[in-house]
C-alpha cells in the first residue's frame, strides 16, 4: 500500500483526492476474523501536503471472514474504518542530505514520507483489525449450540438433556441407581 506523492509536491495546502483498491496484505487479521490476503481493500483517501509532511485522512473498507461466535456457522462483513495519519518529511541536514533517525523511539515515531513514498500499509493494518469483530454473530437470534452434545439448537430449540447434576450423578453411581434398588416391604 505504497503511495507515490511525489505529484503532491511540497507546498503546503496541495491537496488530492485518491479512490483506489488494493489488495489486502498477509495477515490482516484479529481473534478469530480476517480479511482474507488479497481480497480487496477499498482506499478513499484525501492527501493534503502540510507543513510537516503529508496529511493523509479517509476511510478503508474491507470484507471480512468470521465464523459465529455462538454456532461456529461462517459469517461475512464489512468494516469501514476512518484513517487519519501524518507522514512527516524526513530530517535533512544544511546540505539537503536525510538525517536518519535515531532508532531508539522507531516505535512510537510518524511515520515518514521516503523517497517521495508513502506506506500506508501499517495504518490501515491498525485500524482494519482494530475494527474486526471479536464476537461476530450470525444473527441476533442465534441460541447457538448444545452445551453438552454441540446440536445446533437454531434446528429444534427444544433439544435438551435430561438434566442430572454432576455430583449427584458421583454420587448415585456410588450408591447405585435407585431404580436398581428392589423394594422391600
Ligand atoms: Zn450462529
Ligand atoms: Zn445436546
Not at 121 to 133: E, F, N, S, Y
Not at 160 to 182: C, Y
Request: glycine share 8%; charged share 25%; net charge negative.
Amino acid at each position: 500500500m505504497v503511495l507515490d506523492v511525489r505529484e503532491l509536491g511540497r507546498r503546503a495546502g496541495a491537496m488530492t483526492r485518491l479512490d483506489t483498491v488494493v489488495p489486502a496484505p498477509e495477515n490482516l487479521a484479529s481473534i478469530g476474523s480476517q480479511v482474507p490476503a488479497g481480497s480487496d481493500v477499498h482506499l478513499e483517501l484525501r492527501l493534503e501536503s502540510v507543513l510537516e509532511g503529508v496529511l493523509v485522512t479517509g476511510t478503508a473498507t474491507a470484507a471480512y471472514e468470521s465464523e459465529c461466535s455462538r454456532c461456529l456457522d461462517p459469517v461475512t462483513g464489512e468494516v469501514t474504518v476512518d484513517l487519519t495519519e501524518l507522514f512527516v518529511f524526513p530530517e535533512t541536514d544544511a546540505r539537503g542530505r536525510v538525517v536518519p533517525r535515531e532508532t531508539g523511539d522507531a516505535d512510537d515515531a510518524e511515520p515518514e514520507v521516503q523517497d517521495d513514498n508513502i506506506d500506508l500499509g501499517p495504518t490501515v493494518r491498525d485500524a482494519v483489525v482494530l475494527a474486526l469483530p471479536l464476537a461476530p454473530v450470525c444473527r441476533q437470534t442465534c441460541l447457538g449450540l448444545c452445551p453438552q452434545c454441540g446440536f445446533r439448537l437454531d434446528d429444534d430449540p427444544n433439544h435438551h438433556h435430561d438434566q442430572v447434576d454432576s455430583r449427584w450423578a458421583a454420587l448415585a453411581s456410588l450408591l447405585g441407581s435407585p431404580h436398581d434398588e428392589k423394594e422391600e416391604g
